[in-house]
């Protein structure tokens, strides 16, 4: 990965995904989408339907989307830049503002009603980033990494980098690096500042999150490659760029072999606005499915071109160069059900016993891990050469790619078409009639390798 044609090609890349950042998200309006990038358990979302659903991995977030978390849930929020917000188990969170200002700034807020989230923000040039709890607002204007912590009659904002200012109805409150704010709701908005930071049961996740995004956005030793455009850490991690001759610099995910098509996991989902759109059931999914062009490569299969010119995000996939007799998934007609795509079979699905997990081909990293095993551009060529391989991983939390709407379950035991299947907002599941592919015989191309007081 450090040859120079491989740091050239990650130059190039860094600099369109950062000029596509800097456009608005939709050609006719205001409004920015950003990505929800992970869940785990039990996760639901209202996308402006005055309803919460379950969610699924790579659901667009746009204005005015609720989203909540139950015991056992977890999420993580991309936006354009790089920068996270991660949700814990019990937490409810709403994003009252994400839009684009005139001169071209990005402006987003968002609100924590209840629970914990970790935010680690990028501090982009013309950003405009608020975190409002419990009547406080927080305005970010430089790179921070901080925890909100809410409960009943009280709340704490630990600063693990950066430095922060907190406005309430009493005035301003400071918090440095390593401090830890904690507020007495109940009491006048009393503040008591504390010179540490108390350990919590999640920033151990947090902190693993963090370092996947950081080294594999900067996996290229180009210290040009900037690692604050959304999608690329998972980009990176789950696949590989190469140089095809008549299309230029290319991308495939690694286990992606004879018979894939980058449409056998995935959903319609339905948001107010601009209808049904493509939400792809991969980890990796969301730039590939909203920039550039999915083309059938004679003796690599399919591949996404990135493109030259980065036009406005869309919604729904476009492909060139389709074998005969592919046939896309079509979005429904009519209705707001969500509608699950599973053309391909349970065995495409890695399913992992204790601490193994085997990975079968055309799985597409479909129910690995993020970060769980170091070079999968070896294991991906096993996987070609044999058809199935049984990987040692990385101790780590649990962690699913979509267990509630079928995409990729990565906990123990064995995927079933049960378990691929999804649950509509209406409580009703709901699945695409589309015409399988025909298997692709081809091989894919080789991988690069303390004081008080009162405000």
């Known amino acids: 990965m450090s ?36 869940i785990e358990g039990g996760v639901q979302i209202d996308r402006g339907t005055g309803q919460f659903e379950k969610a699924m991995v790579n659901l667009p977030i746009s204005q005015g989307v609720r989203l909540r978390t139950s015991s056992d849930g977890r999420a993580e929020v991309e936006f354009e830049d790089g920068s996270t917000l991660r949700v814990t188990p019990e937490t409810a969170i709403e994003f009252p503002q994400l839009s684009l200002r005139d001169s071209g700034g990005k402006a987003s807020t968002v609100e924590v ?18 975190v409002q709890f419990a009547g406080e607002t927080v305005r970010l204007s430089h ?11 009280d709340a704490a904002v630990a600063v693990f980098k950066g430095e ?33 930071i108390d350990q919590e049961p999640f920033d151990s996740w947090d902190k693993q999150q963090s370092d996947f995004h950081v080294r594999y956005a900067n996996n290229s030793s180009n210290n040009s490659y900037s ?3 959304y999608g690329t850490s998972d980009l990176a991690y789950y696949g590989n760029f190469f140089n095809a001759p008549g299309y230029g610099m290319m991308w495939q995910p690694y286990f992606a072999g004879f018979g894939w098509d980058p449409f056998m996991d995935g959903a319609w989902a339905f948001s107010p ?21 999915w083309v059938f490569l004679p003796g690599y299969g399919w591949a996404w071109q990135p493109g030259g010119v980065w036009t406005t995000w869309y919604a729904r996939p476009r492909v060139l160069n389709a074998p005969r007799n592919f046939v896309a998934p079509q979005p429904p007609s009519g209705g707001r059900t969500t509608v699950v795509v599973n053309r391909g079979p349970t065995s495409t699905l890695a399913n992992r016993s204790g601490s193994k997990l085997m990975i079968p081909n055309n799985s597409a990293g479909l129910g690995v891990r993020r970060g769980e095993i170091n070079n999968l551009p ?35 035991g064995s995927g079933s078409a049960d378990s691929r299947s999804s649950r509509s907002s209406s409580g009703e599941t709901s699945r695409a009639t589309t015409t399988p592919s025909p298997s ?15 405000r």
């Open 3 to 38: 040859s120079p044609n491989f740091r050239a090609v990650r130059l190039l890349i860094s600099t369109v995904l950062l000029l596509f950042a800097s456009l608005p998200a939709l050609a006719d309006s205001q409004v920015r989408i950003v990505r929800l990038s992970y």
């Open 113 to 130: 009603k209840k629970g914990t989230v970790y935010l680690d923000y990028a501090a982009s040039k013309n950003e405009e980033f608020t």
């Open 143 to 153: 790179a921070a990494h901080l925890r909100i912590g809410i409960a009943d009659e």
């Open 164 to 196: 922060i200012q907190i406005e309430g109805p009493s005035g301003t409150v400071q918090i440095k690096k390593k401090q830890t704010g904690n507020f007495d709701l109940s009491n006048d908005d009393s503040y008591e500042l504390a010179k540490n």
């Open 227 to 229: 690692p604050y455009a």
């Open 273 to 293: 606005g601009w209808g049904f759109g493509w939400v792809s059931a991969y980890p990796w999914g969301w730039t590939p499915y909203h920039y550039g062009t």
């Open 378 to 412: 070896k294991v991906s060529q096993q996987v070609q050469a044999r058809g199935t391989v049984t990987e040692r991983v990385h101790a780590a939390p649990l962690i699913r790619t979509d267990a509630s709407a079928g995409f990729a379950t990565a906990g123990s």
């Open 440 to 454: 692709v015989h081809s091989s894919a191309p080789p991988p690069a390798s303390a004081g008080h007081g009162h």
